[in-house]
Each structure stands twice: as C-alpha cells, then as structure tokens.
C-alpha cells in the first residue's frame, strides 16, 4: 500500500478488509478505524472546511477513537497530543466565535477581551505550543485547562476592534470572512505536486517559475462542469 494519499490508502484497506475471506485482528481493526474514524471525519472536512471548525473536527477525531482498546489508545493519543494544533487555545477561540450556541460566543469573546487586557510583552515572539489536552472532555472547549495557560489572542482577531468582535457573535453568518481560510492542507499538497512537475519537466527558477504559473493560468481558463452532462455537451458544440 501506499501512504503517499491517505484516502486512497483508506479505500484499499476497505477493499482488501470485503475480499478477505478471514480477516486478521490487525485489518480488522485498521478497517474500523476507517468506518468509525477516518471517513466520517474526512467528510465532516469536506463539508465544513474553514478554520473556524479546525478545532471542532479534532474534537471530533478524539471522540471517535474513544472505541479503540486501552492498548491502541496508547498509540493513538500521543499522536493527537503531539498534533493537535486545533487544540490550541487561540484555534479554540476561534471555534467559539464562530459557534452555533451564542453563550459559546460570548465565552470567547470574553476570554480574548481578557486576553487584550492583559500586560503580556508585545516586543517578544509568542511560542505557539500545543498543551496537554483532555480527552475524556465532553465538548471542544473543554480539550485545555484555561487556568493554567497564559492565554494569547487569535492573530486573526487581532485588528479588529472590540465593537467589531461584539457585532460579529451576536449573529454568526453561514461564512465569516475573516475565517475563510481551510483547516486542511489539501492546496498545500497540490502546490507540492504542481512544483515537483515543474522540477521534472524544466531547469531553472525562472523556467520552474513560468511552468507554474502557465499551469495554474491554464487551469483557470478551462471551463468547470458540475455534470458529465455538460461536458458532454460541450464536445457536441464543438
């Protein structure tokens, strides 16, 4: 198998798990990990993409792998640990701004006016360090120990004024637009796969430079069907 995608990985662990008259412990458990964790996950993802539910999809990771025997909740839990970036407080925040339920905003709003209140040292780079989580907590907000932590405000937030941030958590809008960056790094990938092409294919920076871009303009020119229908339409015109 390869790891390089790991939906595709995904799939094949599926499929090799129904073709196999006697499934071994280890497929089968990898399998319903799969089912329970990994693709209901990848397409809670998909149809909430924005960073604004960073820090509830890895909530939501953690819950799900809550069926996992005592034994694989050793492996497992320090890799969340040790990537639990959404598990950060300022990512916390953001989620709660952006929260469903309004005293959920307000919660955070209160905690990043404290925040701006605060005397920390603004002439020093602040760490981004990932605490200790609880994984047994019954809802997002509750992966951390507020107490314990010097909490620092969201970057995203930074400039807008105070007023501003009152105005945004009396009503969440379906998008915010300072929250519309993705909590995945899906683009990421493709930029890697475009720049690797263009490394094969031509020498230079300047060459690497203009094969990107005549790709990325190329595939901006060609029009985007939503059916099989319309393309096939298009080939009939033409």
């Known amino acids: 198998m390869a790891h390089s995608r790991w939906l595709t990985t995904a799939n094949r662990l599926l499929r090799l798990y129904i073709s196999t ?93 404290k925040c701006r209140q605060a005397k920390h040292n603004v002439n020093l780079v602040r760490e981004f360090n990932i605490p200790s989580f609880n994984l047994n907590a019954d809802d997002y907000f509750e992966l951390v120990s507020w107490q314990s932590l010097t909490i620092t405000e969201p970057p995203l937030t930074v400039k807008i004024s105070d007023n501003e941030l009152q105005e945004m958590i009396s009503d969440v809008p379906a998008e915010i637009e300072m929250l519309n960056f993705p909590c995945h790094s899906q683009a990421v990938e493709r930029c890697v796969k475009l720049v690797t092409e263009a490394s094969a294919a031509v020498c230079g920076y300047e060459a690497r430079d203009g094969f990107i871009r005549s790709r990325i303009a190329s595939r901006v020119s060609l029009p985007k069907f939503e059916t099989k229908g319309q393309y096939c339409q298009v080939l009939k015109d033409n």
């Not at 998909?46 to 799900?64: E, L, N, Q, T, V």
């Not at 990537?83 to 925040?93: A, D, V």
């Open 21 to 113: 008259k006697n499934p071994s412990y280890n497929l089968t458990i990898l399998t319903e990990y799969v089912m329970k964790v990994y693709a209901p996950t990848w397409f809670e993802i998909k149809i909430r993409p924005s960073c604004r539910h960073g820090s509830y999809h890895f909530f939501g990771i953690i819950r799900k792998s809550r069926f996992l025997p005592k034994e694989l909740k050793k492996v497992v839990d320090p890799v969340l640990q040790r990537n639990g970036y959404f598990g950060h407080p300022e990512n916390l925040l953001l989620a709660m701004l952006a929260d469903d339920r309004k005293y959920i905003r307000e919660l955070g709003l209160r905690r990043i006016l």
